[in-house]
């Protein structure tokens, strides 16, 4: 059909990069664009009437998203987003250690073993030894913070769930340990109940 008179958004593309897309669920790249919308006759555009809002579409199924759909990280970044706050809690468990070598060294083990089903297949001992070093409480208190806005509670509860069972690995509690795991229930919004429920049975 042919418009004698109509409106035209005439779109440039001012950035790009990788976003996930809700529409088509999954990581995709991304052109990010602005436009200008102007007063069309007889299919020429003539009169600017402004900009039109800018716009993010993605590259594999080109719907249009409004640009807060970047707020959302990718799947790639929540990966190791979550690999890194798994990291970091273990490593503050083992740094609260301070108990015989033999309840030392299972909770060493257990710790690897957390980090390695985390994401982090080569991370050994050494690794271990170097981050129990280099340990401060805020590092563990960031990661959370940038996790838990992404979590379900299940999945709060499970990141909480992976560290009770390396404090777990020499059999019992240890008063320090509780701290670091109701400390780490606050700052993913869990309550109470719900951390006594995961020490429970981790
Ligand atoms: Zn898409």
Same mark, same amino acid.
């Given at each position: 059909m042919f418009f004698v008179v109509g409106i035209r958004t005439i779109r440039s593309a001012i950035g790009d990069g990788e976003?996930?897309?809700p529409a088509c669920g999954g990581d995709r790249r991304f052109r990010k664009g602005g436009g200008r919308r102007r007063l069309v006759l007889f299919g020429v555009a003539l009169i600017p009437l402004g900009r039109a809002g800018s716009g993010v579409e993605c590259a594999m199924c080109c719907t249009r998203h409004d640009v807060a759909v970047l707020?959302?990280?990718t799947a790639r970044a929540l990966t190791l987003l979550l690999? $890194? @706050?798994v990291r970091t809690l273990v490593v503050a468990v083992v740094a609260a250690v301070d108990d015989e070598p033999? $309840? +030392?060294d299972a909770i060493r083990a257990a710790a690897v073993e957390a980090v390695r089903a985390a994401g982090m297949p080569s991370y050994d001992a050494c690794a %271990? @030894?170097?981050d129990v070093g280099a340990h401060l409480a805020q590092d563990t208190a960031w990661a959370l913070a940038e996790i838990a806005p992404h %979590?379900?509670?299940a999945g709060r509860e499970h990141l909480v769930g992976v560290a009770a069972r390396v404090a777990l690995a020499c059999g019992?509690?240890?008063p320090a340990h509780r701290v670091i795991l109701y400390h780490a229930g606050d700052q993913l919004g869990l309550g109470r109940a719900r951390v006594d429920? +995961? %020490?429970a049975g981790p």
């Open positions: 976003f996930h897309c707020d959302t990280p690999r $890194e @706050a033999q $309840e +030392v %271990l @030894a170097v %979590l379900a509670v019992a509690y240890d429920h +995961v %020490l």
